[in-house]
Nanobody
Framework: QVQLVESGGGEVQPGGSLRLSCAST????????MEWYRQAPGQQRWLVAS???????FYTGSVKGRFTISRDNVASTVYLQMNDLKAEDTAIYYC???????WGQGTQVTVSS
């Protein structure tokens, strides 16, 4: 059974950077499409970025050019490098694999001056 643990969140000022990590156990990681979602207070969770087994990536429009998703199949970990953070990036960030409906605790990202 796949288990995912997110880490790396924190509080930064606008324009700052953070790198989120998501460690996976229990599944064939190198074949899994990995996704990062976020959920801001009072809003639904939505997809931010994804990376498939062929390293094809997707980004939602508001993070293009600022966020980079990557993966390390040896470490079974997916990353989200977030640069030039804005207040509207404040949210709980979750990782998941496509089709999986179980969610972890996520990691809080707060962008505030």
């Amino acid at each position: 059974q796949v288990q995912l643990v997110e880490s790396g969140g924190g509080e930064v000022q606008p324009g700052g950077s953070l790198r989120l990590s998501c460690a996976s156990t229990g599944g064939p990681f190198k074949f899994m499409t990995m996704e990062w979602y976020r959920q801001a207070p009072g809003q639904q969770r939505w997809l931010v970025a994804s990376i498939d087994s062929s390293l094809r990536t997707f980004y939602t429009g508001s993070v293009k050019g600022r966020f980079t998703i990557s993966r390390d199949n040896v470490a079974s970990t997916v990353y989200l490098q977030m640069n030039d953070l804005k207040a509207e990036d404040t949210a709980i960030y979750y990782c998941n694999t496509r089709g999986r409906t179980i969610w972890g605790q996520g990691t809080q990202v707060t962008v505030s001056s």
